[in-house]
């Protein structure tokens, strides 16, 4: 079983719908929760930390759920520009990141 | 802030031959860097960690004396991958982190290396 999951898609979603995408981690030690996007070849960005409960920036959501040992990403009134790959990453106290293999998103119009 | 630049961004080399890779933290001290490699449509799979001054600690399955790290100063470190073949080719990816928000890292903007 990978350390951190993620189902590929592509999630094919018409502008302005809301879309969720989940990633499950393997290590129960993991301490600190990130979603990175990543434009094809381009380098991975930081979008959200998701230290404890989750938090919210604009349109995005992020949650993370100990208990079940996943986070997720909602992202709503989705735009053209939100289309690209969504990575969820897990780390523990050496610093180090386990990244999950990516959520393509294309939104249409 | 907390820019990371890399450089070159693409190389075109032949086989045999080594490759140096730099990675640098712009506008913050990097106590740590990472070096990553992506293939095509995968995941980025970590390759090393290194900390200034001291020696870098590899993953599982990745050669050392293949993929020479140096982290020289907390604003530089570099790649060198010795003796490239095809199955090199790759997309390597170096993110730094520092001493504030030391969970978070920054991601440089990625080489591109094609092996002859």
């Known amino acids: 079983r990978k350390e951190v999951e993620q189902d590929p898609g592509p999630f094919n979603v018409p502008e302005g719908a809301t879309v969720a995408f989940n990633c499950t981690y393997s290590?129960?030690?993991?301490?600190?929760f990130f979603w990175y996007r990543q434009d094809c070849r381009k380098e991975p960005k930081l979008l959200m930390s998701v230290y404890s409960s989750g938090n919210e920036d604009g349109r995005f959501t992020a949650q993370l759920n100990r208990a079940s040992q996943y986070i997720s990403l909602l992202i709503r009134d989705s735009k053209l520009s939100d289309s690209a790959t969504y990575l969820c990453a897990g780390g523990g106290n050496t610093g180090k990141l386990i990244f999950g293999q990516g959520t393509t998103l294309q939104v249409k119009p | 802030g907390a820019v990371v630049s890399q450089h070159p961004s693409r190389v075109i080399c032949k086989s045999g031959t080594s490759v140096k890779i730099e990675c640098r933290s712009l506008?913050?001290?990097?106590?740590?860097m990472f070096w990553y490699r992506q293939f095509p449509k995968k995941s980025l799979m970590l390759m090393a960690t290194s900390n200034e001054g001291s020696k870098a600690t590899y993953e599982q399955g990745v050669e050392k004396d293949k993929f020479l790290i140096n982290h020289a100063s907390l604003t530089l470190s570099t790649l060198t991958v010795t003796s490239a073949h095809p199955e090199d080719s790759s997309f390597y990816i170096c993110?730094?982190?520092?001493?504030?928000?030391?969970?978070?890292?920054?991601f440089g903007p990625g080489t591109r290396l094609t092996v002859t």
């Open positions: 506008d913050f001290q990097a106590t740590t």
């Open positions: 290590n129960s030690a993991s301490q600190s």
């Open positions: 993110s730094a982190s520092g001493t504030e928000r030391a969970y978070e890292q920054y």
